[in-house]
């Protein structure tokens, strides 16, 4: 006897959260605490600096190879995303 069901399966799981590794670290240990780029010593102030500047973010990444365009851009998304919730608390 054939059974009409179609066969069992597990049900499916929602797809695991991409994990947030840290772009931005501080540890007082290195760099007397100053935020830098996770797996370097390269402080996130100095992309700020070159921004500022005028240097485009090109500049900043052939100068610090051991950053990646992506530490780079998610770095400044974390920044802004600092200020507009800064903004957006109450005083």
């Keep these: 006897m054939t059974s009409t069901h179609?066969?069992?399966?597990?049900?499916?799981r929602k797809p695991a959260k991409k994990s947030r590794k840290a772009v931005i670290?501080?540890?007082r240990d290195v760099l007397s605490g100053?935020?830098?780029?996770?797996g370097t010593r390269v402080p996130f102030k100095n992309l700020i600096d070159y921004l500022a500047?005028?240097?485009p973010l090109e500049e900043f990444?052939?100068?610090f190879p051991?950053?990646?365009r992506e530490q780079a851009?998610?770095?400044l998304?974390?920044?802004r995303k600092l200020v507009e919730d800064r903004a957006r608390t109450p005083r």
């Design 34 to 38: 100053m935020p830098r780029f996770a």
């Design 6 to 12: 179609a066969p069992s399966r597990k049900p499916r």
């Design 66 to 68: 051991g950053v990646s």
């Design 25 to 27: 670290v501080s540890d």
């Design 73 to 75: 851009v998610a770095g």
């Design 53 to 55: 500047g005028g240097d």
């Design 61 to 63: 990444l052939d100068d």
């Design 77 to 79: 998304e974390w920044a």
